[in-house]
């Protein structure tokens, strides 16, 4: 008697959780269904970043609490993908749409370095590269050198003497 009343709660309580709804985080989501770093908005930053990597951590306290980074950042899709993940990443550089893991991306677009960062417009191409942390304030001029279109003008370099912040 005793073994059957044992059976029938076990029955119960799995049928129970068979009726459990089932709900994911965003990151757990975006590890089954791939992350997407194809911009909506006519810029995007993509930051390859790597887990070991103590100035990947500096950048990401940067764009939290620097109040004008983040403004300059406001017309700027933001992404960022890890160098050891293997998790997919839908992309478009180049023209070209891609599903690759975002170690592949990373190694595809030669970032290896970290943080690594990448200015791209909405129809993939990519603008501004550049290897290594940079303080917010030089973050600030490259992303208006991306924003006012000035790389169609003049390289980045002469740019960023122009208006000082080497």
């Given amino acids: 008697m005793l073994r059957i ?3 029938v709660l076990a029955l119960l309580i799995l049928s129970c959780e068979g009726n ?4 994911y985080t965003s ?11 194809i911009p909506q908005k006519k810029y995007a930053l993509l930051i390859v970043e790597s887990k070991s990597c103590i100035y990947c951590k500096q950048l990401n306290k940067d764009i939290e609490r620097e109040k004008a980074l ?6 700027i899709d933001l992404f960022r993908i890890l160098y050891e993940s293997k998790a997919p990443v839908k992309a478009n550089f180049g023209g070209k749409l891609i599903e690759l893991s975002e170690n592949e991306l990373a190694k595809n677009l030669n ?9 791209y417009d909405k129809q993939g ?7 290594g942390y940079v ?4 973050l600030i001029c490259l992303i208006d050198y991306v924003k006012t279109e000035a790389y169609k003008e ?12 080497a």
Avoid: M
Wanted: proline share 5%; hydrophobic share 35%; charged share 25%.
């Fill in 5 to 7: 009343l044992v059976g």
């Fill in 20 to 23: 459990r709804e089932t709900s």
């Fill in 27 to 37: 990151e757990q989501t975006e590890a089954v269904e791939g992350k997407n770093i």
């Fill in 70 to 75: 983040k403004e300059a950042l406001k017309d």
């Fill in 111 to 119: 970032a290896l370095s970290f943080p690594y960062l990448i200015f």
């Fill in 125 to 131: 191409n990519i603008i501004l590269q550049i290897p």
């Fill in 135 to 138: 303080y917010p304030q030089q």
């Fill in 154 to 165: 003049e390289d980045v370099n002469t740019y960023v003497k122009k208006r000082n912040c």
